[in-house]
């Protein structure tokens, strides 16, 4: 049985007693102890069931490459799935329930499926649940949905709160052990910013649980010595409970902090998420002990010699009385010594060697432990934990020589490094023949923009696998990576004892001449329940390449994705083949490294925060003079301004002929603003815009069409040339963030060199149209700079002062009007406005929404983004090819508008309409055609994009696609109605109202 002993532990307070509760059942532990390692020391070993066969599964491992070990955590508001009890840390009142069974963990009725295990192979859902095809909706569909997935999702709303930082630093050190220490330590020295994360509540990794001597003493002291010395230095920040979860681009790296998982309901976030740019990382993630496949291998009781090592030395918990070790390496002799000292009974040390004779392995045996080496493992004895093993010989086929009685069996296959980190970002992979594993090739590193390295792998994370080579190899490694930042460091590392090991044995499957009933029973991916025989069955069925096996059999697709299983099966897979392990090659290492709560990824955006909705500077005004708001994206404008008395009609009417006849101020904040700003800015407007931006002088504006690689219309607005290498695009108030993001798109992962700077100022500035007549006449009022026609033409803006406000005005209009668009700092917005009102009082000042913004830019025969266009439409369609430069090689779209279908004659264009009988057509009417089609319904030739009731022309106008578009005019068409009848309509030219232009330049 599992238990705790009486003396050890390192890592815990054996005067903190602490309470929890696995499946109902009350527990005790101690303060420092993990979820783990208190249920073992509980005689807990059986912790959950397997995702397919539903086999019993116990602690396999003691870090996040647990694949056995998920578990319900909490209740309530504070539940949460699939919980890794190896990194879940222990706290009073902890709540823990197994996943994956029914009734009850003890007895599942799940297990049916293990006796149905030869029916239900790797890839049986490829063949089945074909027929009969009705029963697939009424039968297999719901009993695969019943079946998926291990924990239960929560139903309530999350109790906790999350919360998202920002840091930048020189180096990033991700991994707090030796070597992350050491690379460190060199860092801060040479007085670089130094950010270290560590991933557990603890530094220094596995060097205390393995023995380790560093400078003479033991690698303890070493440790909390370096880590004193790092706090101490102003530029060196250490984290614990934070891991490093993914490397992107740029240096950019994101972390997740457990704040207080440990503590919960005390007010702390329960995690954060960190957003680092780093100028170089430093990869010292350490590597996972393999486990080796043998009949039996997932009998609870079965653990990595590593793993099991770390509870006896850190939690003082054995896994049983009786451990048989199982390796094809020295390092499994640690384990084996270390069980021993602490009286407990290693009977065999199982080698599959056939000769050992290092230090570690002469230790062993002067300690009396049997060492029998050419040795396997035949089969594990037990169901719901270990009863003993079968030994044979391991060149035969797995004929029983002795048994040996055990309650748990320790098993090292060899370590593999933690690389995940390294390549993620690019960087490749290198087989070591020596220490069969792959570790990162320093040739071809993660690289930066500049083409250099941004990514260093130090220590057992590059395949430093001794104490010394691991403290010089970081030493290297933080000196390199300094250099890279342009400092100097003395890569100078601490030394220590060297211990000789002899070269491990590369073995894969126990005997290596299994048959295919034990083949069966040695299991890859724990979790999801791939075999040896599963591997090699897909091979026999064509499945090659790795990535195809991985998703035939599901092999590395658990939650631990794939940490303990993949390089076994990659080696089964590569025997299979007939191949070498590196041609056969790896999976895709994808972030994150470990689980992210979805949570930590929204941080604080959530309930009303969500997406919260934008407000303009004057919203307060709009509201105190009754406006009706209406949503544009996220934001809130206002529709109209209803008078006492007036429905939104009369008021929107009431608005266009007050700005058309005198003045009218529109609240234009919500219009996209985008700085573009770089040595390589003109050529990106240019690829932006259909219309050449490059060319357009500093200080005058232009009007601008983006369009999607489709070449369908995207978005529209003016552009200003602010100097020589910036430009602001105006965009609709609805795409802004969308525009700004597909910016960045293009500039991340396609023009990645091009030296451009993109930022959305949307928020910073408040944005008024001063329109009408009597718009140049309020601004001489409030003075400070020439808003004359000469000095201030069509198309410009300019730089001043307007009633003691710093403004940009740009002379651009969207009525029709004479018309001013002024920028002002957001914090002056709400005063700029209520100025522009009283000044203006005398000239008939009014505001106007955005109804009557878009009848007179109806009246005008402007487009509207999204009125006019629904994603089908190009700027052709819309009259729009004097926008459409003629002289560029190539925009963003121009490939899309020359397919034929877009380049067609034949398309429905942009033409105005004006009803016969003045009404107004109805919105969404098509117009309708002779004769239907071959569904019956009946033809149509058009449809209707704006309409409106012209307040200026008193009668109804609309704008819309028609087949033939302009060449039109002059025809009667008729426009359908909801109510079935017809509207007879006029097809005219689109521009209804000052067709000479001659109203903005007065």
Same mark, same amino acid.
């Given at each position: 049985?599992?238990?705790?002993?009486?003396?050890?532990?390192?890592?815990?307070?054996?005067?903190?007693?602490?309470?929890?509760?696995?499946?109902?059942?009350?527990?005790?532990?101690?303060?420092?102890?993990?979820?783990?390692?208190?249920?073992?020391?509980?005689?807990?070993?059986?912790?959950?069931?397997?995702?397919?066969?539903?086999?019993?599964?116990?602690?396999?491992?003691?870090?996040?490459?647990?694949?056995?070990?998920?578990?319900?955590?909490?209740?309530?508001?504070?539940?949460?799935?699939?919980?890794?009890?190896?990194?879940?840390?222990?706290?009073?009142?902890?709540?823990?329930?197994?996943?994956?069974?029914?009734?009850?963990?003890?007895?599942? #009725?799940?297990?049916?499926?293990?006796?149905?295990?030869?029916?239900?192979?790797?890839?049986?859902?490829?063949?089945?649940?074909?027929?009969?095809?009705?029963?697939?909706?009424?039968?297999?569909?719901?009993?695969?949905?019943?079946?998926?997935?291990?924990?239960?999702?929560?139903?309530? =709303?999350?109790?906790?709160?999350?919360?998202?930082?920002?840091?930048?630093?020189?180096?990033?050190?991700?991994?707090?052990?030796?070597?992350?220490?050491?690379?460190?330590?060199?860092?801060?020295?040479?007085?670089?910013?130094?950010?270290?994360?560590?991933?557990?509540?603890?530094?220094?990794?596995?060097?205390?649980?393995?023995?380790?001597?560093?400078?003479?003493?033991?690698?303890?002291?070493?440790?909390?010595?370096?880590?004193?010395?790092?706090?101490?230095?102003?530029?060196?920040?250490?984290?614990?409970?934070?891991?490093?979860?993914?490397?992107?681009?740029?240096?950019?790296?994101?972390?997740?902090?457990?704040?207080?998982?440990?503590?919960?309901?005390?007010?702390?976030?329960?995690?954060?998420?960190?957003?680092? =740019?780093?100028?170089?990382?430093?990869?010292?993630?350490?590597?996972?002990?393999?486990?080796?496949?043998?009949?039996?291998?997932?009998?609870?009781?079965?653990?990595?010699?590593?793993?099991?090592?770390?509870?006896?030395?850190?939690?003082?918990?054995?896994?049983?009385?009786?451990?048989?070790?199982?390796?094809?390496?020295?390092?499994? !002799?640690?384990?084996?010594?270390?069980?021993?000292?602490?009286?407990?009974?290693?009977?065999?040390?199982?080698?599959? %060697?056939?000769?050992?004779?290092?230090?570690?392995?002469?230790?062993? %045996?002067?300690?009396?432990?049997?060492?029998?080496?050419?040795?396997?493992?035949?089969?594990?004895?037990?169901?719901?934990?270990?009863?003993?093993?079968?030994?044979?010989?391991?060149?035969?086929?797995?004929?029983?020589?002795?048994?040996?009685?055990?309650?748990?069996?320790?098993?090292?296959?060899?370590?593999?490094?933690?690389?995940?980190?390294?390549?993620?970002?690019?960087?490749?992979?290198?087989?070591?023949?020596?220490?069969?594993?792959?570790?990162?090739?320093?040739?071809?590193?993660?690289?930066?923009?500049?083409?250099?390295?941004?990514?260093?792998?130090?220590?057992?994370?590059?395949?430093?696998?001794?104490?010394?080579?691991?403290?010089?190899?970081?030493?290297?490694?933080?000196?390199?990576?300094?250099?890279?930042?342009?400092?100097?460091?003395?890569?100078?590392?601490?030394?220590?004892?060297? #211990?000789?090991?002899?070269?491990?044995?590369?073995?894969?499957?126990?005997?290596?001449?299994?048959?295919?009933?034990?083949?069966?029973?040695?299991?890859?991916?724990?979790?999801?329940?791939?075999?040896?025989?599963?591997?090699?069955?897909?091979?026999?069925?064509?499945?090659?390449?790795?990535?195809?096996?991985?998703? !035939?059999?599901?092999?590395?697709?658990?939650?631990?994705?794939?940490?303990?299983?993949?390089?076994?099966?990659?080696?089964?897979?590569?025997?299979?083949?007939?191949?070498?392990?590196?041609?056969?090659?790896?999976?895709?290492? =994808?972030?994150?490294?470990?689980?992210?709560?979805?949570?930590?990824?929204?941080?604080?955006?959530?309930?009303?925060?969500?997406?919260?909705?934008?407000?303009?500077?004057?919203?307060?005004?709009?509201?105190?003079?009754?406006?009706?708001?209406?949503?544009?994206?996220?934001?809130?404008?206002? !529709?109209?301004?209803?008078?006492?008395?007036?429905?939104?009609?009369?008021?929107?009417?009431?608005?266009?002929?007050?700005?058309?006849?005198?003045?009218?101020?529109?609240?234009?904040?919500?219009?996209?603003?985008?700085?573009?700003?770089?040595?390589?800015?003109?050529?990106?407007?240019?690829?932006?815009?259909?219309?050449?931006?490059?060319?357009?002088?500093?200080?005058?504006?232009?009007?601008?069409?983006?369009?999607?690689?489709?070449?369908?219309?995207?978005?529209?607005?003016? #552009?200003?040339?602010?100097?020589?290498?910036?430009?602001?695009?105006?965009?609709?108030?609805?795409?802004?963030?969308?525009?700004?993001?597909?910016?960045?798109?293009?500039?991340?992962?396609?023009?990645?060199?091009?030296?451009?700077?993109?930022?959305?100022?949307?928020?910073?500035?408040?944005?008024?149209? #001063?329109?009408?007549?009597?718009?140049?006449?309020?601004?001489?009022?409030?003075? +400070?700079?020439?808003?004359?026609?000469?000095?201030?033409?069509?198309?410009?803006?300019?730089?001043?002062?307007?009633?003691?406000?710093?403004?940009?005005?740009? %002379?651009?209009?969207?009525?029709?009007?004479?018309?001013?668009?002024?920028?002002?700092?957001?914090?002056?917005?709400?005063?700029?406005?209520?100025?522009?009102?009283?000044?203006?009082?005398?000239?008939?000042?009014?505001?106007?929404?955005?109804?009557?913004?878009?009848?007179?830019?109806?009246?005008?025969?402007?487009?509207?983004?999204?009125?006019?266009?629904?994603?089908?439409?190009?700027?052709?369609?819309?009259?729009?090819?004097?926008?459409?430069?003629?002289?560029?090689?190539?925009?963003?779209?121009?490939?899309?508008?020359?397919?034929?279908?877009?380049?067609?004659?034949? %398309?429905?264009?942009?033409?105005?309409?004006?009803?016969?009988?003045?009404?107004?057509?109805?919105?969404?009417?098509?117009?309708?055609?002779? +004769?239907?089609?071959?569904?019956?319904?009946?033809?149509?030739?058009?449809?209707?994009?704006?309409?409106?009731?012209?307040?200026?022309?008193?009668?109804?106008?609309?704008?819309?696609?028609?087949?033939?578009?302009?060449?039109?005019?002059?025809?009667?068409?008729?426009?359908?109605?909801?109510?079935?009848?017809?509207?007879?309509?006029?097809?005219?030219?689109?521009?209804?109202?000052?067709?000479?232009?001659?109203?903005?330049?007065?």
């Amino acid at each position: 049985m599992s238990t705790r002993l009486h003396k050890g532990g390192r890592l815990i307070d054996r005067s903190a007693s602490t309470e929890f509760s696995f499946n109902g059942k009350r527990m005790r532990g101690y303060a420092g102890d993990s979820l783990a390692s208190a249920l073992l020391a509980n005689n807990q070993m059986l912790v959950g069931r397997s995702f397919k066969y539903h086999r019993p599964r116990g602690v396999v491992a003691a870090g996040p490459e647990e694949p056995n070990g998920l578990v319900g955590l909490g209740r309530d508001g504070r539940f949460e799935p699939n919980q890794r009890v190896t990194t879940t840390e222990l706290f009073e009142g902890l709540e823990a329930a197994s996943q994956n069974h029914w009734p009850s963990l003890e007895y599942d #009725v799940g297990v049916v499926n293990n006796a149905l295990a030869r029916f239900l192979p790797g890839g049986f859902y490829y063949k089945t649940f074909m027929y009969p095809r009705a029963a697939w909706k009424h039968l297999f569909e719901p009993i695969i949905r019943a079946s998926a997935g291990l924990g239960r999702a929560p139903t309530q =709303r999350d109790a906790d709160r999350y919360e998202q930082a920002y840091a930048f630093c020189d180096l990033l050190v991700v991994g707090g052990g030796i070597a992350g220490l050491q690379a460190a330590l060199i860092a801060g020295q040479a007085g670089a910013r130094v950010i270290v994360l560590e991933q557990t509540p603890h530094w220094g990794g596995r060097a205390p649980v393995d023995g380790d001597q560093i400078e003479g003493a033991a690698a303890d002291l070493w440790i909390n010595a370096t880590v004193a010395a790092l706090e101490a230095m102003e530029n060196v920040t250490l984290r614990l409970r934070c891991a490093g979860v993914g490397v992107y681009d740029h240096g950019y790296v994101l972390a997740d902090e457990k704040v207080a998982d440990h503590t919960p309901g005390d007010g702390r976030p329960k995690h954060r998420l960190w957003r680092i =740019r780093a100028a170089q990382i430093v990869t010292a993630t350490g590597a996972i002990e393999r486990p080796l496949s043998f009949a039996g291998n997932d009998i609870p009781g079965v653990m990595l010699a590593g793993s099991l090592r770390e509870y006896v030395v850190n939690f003082a918990v054995s896994a049983g009385d009786r451990t048989v070790v199982v390796t094809n390496n020295d390092d499994a !002799y640690r384990t084996a010594i270390a069980l021993v000292e602490a009286g407990l009974v290693v009977p065999c040390i199982v080698d599959a %060697r056939s000769t050992v004779s290092g230090a570690l392995a002469e230790k062993a %045996r002067a300690l009396g432990i049997r060492v029998a080496t050419g040795t396997a493992i035949a089969k594990v004895k037990g169901g719901k934990r270990v009863t003993g093993v079968q030994l044979c010989a391991q060149a035969g086929e797995g004929a029983v020589l002795e048994e040996i009685l055990c309650d748990a069996v320790a098993m090292s296959g060899g370590w593999s490094p933690v690389v995940h980190l390294w390549s993620h970002c690019g960087g490749k992979l290198v087989w070591d023949k020596v220490n069969q594993h792959f570790r990162p090739d320093v040739m071809r590193p993660p690289t930066g923009a500049d083409g250099l390295a941004m990514v260093v792998a130090v220590g057992a994370a590059n395949g430093a696998m001794t104490t010394g080579e691991a403290l010089a190899d970081a030493a290297r490694g933080a000196a390199a990576a300094c250099a890279a930042v342009g400092m100097q460091a003395e890569a100078k590392a601490a030394s220590a004892d060297a #211990v000789i090991e002899q070269a491990m044995e590369p073995v894969w499957i126990m005997p290596q001449g299994a048959g295919h009933a034990l083949k069966a029973k040695m299991w890859l991916d724990y979790q999801n329940d791939v075999k040896v025989s599963d591997v090699q069955l897909a091979v026999r069925e064509g499945y090659e390449s790795v990535e195809h096996t991985k998703r !035939y059999t599901t092999l590395g697709m658990a939650t631990d994705q794939g940490k303990l299983s993949n390089i076994n099966g990659l080696a089964v897979l590569a025997d299979a083949l007939n191949e070498e392990i590196p041609r056969v090659g790896t999976t895709t290492f =994808r972030p994150p490294y470990v689980p992210v709560t979805l949570g930590a990824l929204a941080g604080e955006s959530r309930g009303e925060i969500f997406q919260p909705l934008r407000k303009t500077p004057m919203h307060a005004w709009h509201e105190a003079n009754h406006a009706y708001m209406e949503p544009v994206g996220l934001w809130r404008r206002p !529709y109209c301004f209803p008078r006492a008395g007036e429905n939104h009609e009369q008021a929107v009417h009431r608005e266009v002929n007050n700005t058309r006849t005198a003045l009218g101020l529109l609240d234009a904040s919500t219009l996209g603003k985008i700085i573009v700003k770089g040595p390589d800015a003109g050529r990106f407007m240019d690829m932006l815009y259909t219309g050449v931006m490059s060319t357009l002088p500093v200080g005058k504006c232009r009007y601008g069409l983006m369009c999607n690689e489709q070449g369908f219309l995207s978005d529209d607005g003016v #552009v200003a040339r602010i100097d020589e290498e910036t430009w602001l695009c105006h965009t609709t108030s609805g795409g802004a963030d969308r525009i700004h993001a597909w910016m960045e798109d293009w500039l991340q992962c396609e023009w990645w060199d091009w030296k451009v700077y993109t930022a959305n100022i949307t928020e910073q500035l408040a944005q008024v149209a #001063v329109v009408g007549p009597n718009a140049r006449k309020l601004l001489e009022k409030l003075g +400070g700079m020439d808003v004359s026609k000469e000095a201030l033409p069509f198309m410009v803006w300019a730089d001043g002062s307007l009633g003691g406000f710093p403004v940009r005005v740009y %002379r651009i209009s969207f009525s029709g009007e004479l018309s001013y668009e002024i920028a002002v700092p957001a914090s002056m917005g709400a005063a700029f406005w209520a100025k522009l009102h009283e000044a203006g009082a005398e000239f008939g000042a009014m505001p106007y929404g955005t109804e009557a913004l878009h009848i007179m830019r109806a009246e005008k025969g402007f487009i509207m983004i999204g009125d006019e266009t629904d994603g089908t439409v190009i700027p052709q369609d819309l009259n729009l090819g004097w926008a459409i430069s003629k002289k560029k090689a190539d925009f963003l779209g121009k490939r899309g508008q020359e397919r034929v279908f877009l380049a067609s004659a034949d %398309r429905w264009k942009l033409a105005g309409f004006e009803t016969l009988d003045g009404s107004v057509v109805p919105d969404g009417s098509y117009i309708v055609a002779a +004769g239907s089609n071959a569904n019956g319904q009946g033809n149509t030739q058009g449809r209707v994009t704006s309409t409106y009731h012209s307040p200026t022309l008193n009668r109804g106008i609309a704008m819309g696609l028609i087949h033939g578009g302009l060449d039109r005019i002059g025809d009667i068409v008729e426009f359908n109605t909801v109510t079935g009848g017809r509207v007879k309509a006029r097809v005219v030219d689109p521009v209804f109202y000052d067709k000479e232009g001659e109203k903005p330049n007065v």
